[in-house]
């Protein structure tokens, strides 16, 4: 069964700090992964996308790894401001008629 | 481009009524999908369509639920009829295209069913 799994569910910064947030997946074929950041009451925003042969993309202060063989992918934000309190949604698609698997996400709340 | 427009913003109904909800997706783009996030079970893909037509709705979760998509600039999703169940934010998203990995999502339609 496909599934994508998102550490931590919740995460408290303080601004200026750097954080990861991890995401591990049993998707298969593998197509591609895609991060999406979410503010409260707003539809999602796509951050990064990554295909198997690409183990890094960066998009502003977030950059993204993926390591196709243990199925893991991170999202690293550097220098945090207010505005990054959201929730960010990894979804990883199958090549077989294209269909997606979203995480359940993480709630990052940075404070002053 | 103005993005992925939906309609209405919010909804509220009672129970055992008829909802319709809207989608504009962006100009040239010809893949448009349909989610529903809550809570407890996060975003759900429902169905999505290329270049007008069904591809999967696998998603949806009753008969109750009927998508249409009449041409490439208008998309419908009806509840009927609705439930408290179907309390959720239902977002559409478009794509440029079947190669294209990105999606571009509306700002959502909150449906509360009494």
């Known amino acids: 069964k496909n599934q994508v799994e998102q550490s931590p569910q919740s995460l408290i910064i303080l601004e200026g700090k750097n954080c990861t947030l991890q995401?591990?997946?049993?998707?298969?074929?593998?197509?591609?992964l895609r991060w999406y950041k979410q503010d409260t009451g707003r539809g999602p925003v796509s951050l990064t996308i990554?295909?198997?042969?690409?183990n890094t993309k960066s998009n502003g202060r977030y950059t993204a790894t993926l390591d196709a063989d243990t199925k893991q992918s991170s999202l690293h934000i550097t220098a945090s401001q207010l505005s990054d309190s959201a929730s960010y949604i990894c979804?990883?698609?199958?090549?077989?008629?294209?269909?997606?698997?979203f995480g359940d996400g993480t709630t990052l709340t940075v404070k002053p | 481009d103005a993005g992925v427009i939906q309609s209405p913003r919010h909804e509220v109904t009672e129970m055992g009524q008829e909802v319709t909800l809207r989608c504009k997706p962006i100009?040239?783009?010809?893949?448009l999908f349909w989610y529903r996030q809550t809570m407890m079970r996060g975003l759900e893909l429902l169905i999505y369509f290329n270049n007008n037509v069904p591809i999967d709705d696998s998603g949806m979760p009753e008969d109750r639920f009927s998508a249409k998509m009449p041409n490439a600039s208008f998309s419908t999703l009806k509840i009927q009829p609705s439930e408290p169940r179907d309390s959720a934010v239902y977002f559409c998203?478009?794509?440029?295209?079947?190669?294209?990995?990105?999606?571009?999502f509306g700002p959502g339609t909150r449906l509360t069913v009494t």
């Open positions: 990554m295909t198997f042969s690409e």
């Open positions: 979804v990883v698609s199958a090549t077989n008629a294209g269909k997606s698997t």
């Open positions: 998203a478009s794509r440029p295209g079947t190669i294209s990995y990105e999606q571009y």
């Open positions: 100009s040239g783009h010809n893949s």
């Open positions: 995401c591990n997946y049993t998707v298969s074929p593998f197509s591609n």
